[in-house]
């Protein structure tokens, strides 16, 4: 398959570097204005180019990986020079209908929302299309089941994916670096402390996927009665710990609607 990711920024670069890795037998293109920041992407077999219509008429799947008020003027590129292609955006807040409306009915239009882990294989990328659009729609999917993985969602939801999976990175982050400098306040250095609580998450989140349980049920395994775990669990909730996650991901989806 060959994929022309226009916007080679923090999320284009990632999902270009994840397909030369993890997808098989695809090819990538990526486009930006300025392309010196990512010249380093050929030496992985990346097409880099600052024509947004470089060899575009062989893409299978034209990814938009732009800022919103970036869109208008790339389709004004590329419109004149594609026929019958899939366009799949990441652009946050721009609907299907929207885009569609854009494109015209010649282009097919479809939403992911993937995060940045797409470079190591392991982002969650929600897929929305329109049902008219399946068999085009599946070949993204598979592609981006090869970075990780690629749950279909009702296109309701999307907001509410950009915020769980893609700010959710960052959320995650701030949790590791959290546990980090209290990991210096009792005693290691800070590479050591990140190690630790890096490898600790990453453990979690594996048990959780793989016995596909609620996490209440692995955080019983850990809690010994009148131990050390379940003390410091308490003391964290009455600080509010899952409350303040809780509110901070409703605040960034009020957020994204305005
Ligand atoms: N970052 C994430 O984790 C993430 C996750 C999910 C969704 N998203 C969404 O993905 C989009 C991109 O986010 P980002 O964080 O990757 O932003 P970014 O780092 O600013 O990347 C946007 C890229 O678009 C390029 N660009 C701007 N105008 C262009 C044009 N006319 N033609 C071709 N390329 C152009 C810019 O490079 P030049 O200025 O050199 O052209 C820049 O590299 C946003 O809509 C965001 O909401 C991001």
Redesign the pocket.
Known sequence: MKVHI???????TSIAIGISKFSKNNQVTV????TASIAYLEKAGITVSSD?THDIEDADVIIL????Y?VD??LADILPKINNKTIAS???GLSIEALQGKIGDKNQAMRI????AAQFGESATCISFDENNKAQAQAVIDLFQDLGTAPVIDEKLMDAA?VLA?SG?AFALRYIRASMQAGIEIGFDWKTALAISAQTVKGAAEMLMEEQVHPEQLIDRVTTPKGCTIAGLNEMEMHGFSSSLIRGIKTSLNQIKG
């Open positions: 226009i916007g080679g920024g923090n999320l284009g486009t930006r204005r300025n947004n990986t732009i800022k919103p970036q003027v790339v990441a652009v946050s929302m993937p995060n940045i950009t893609a990175t």
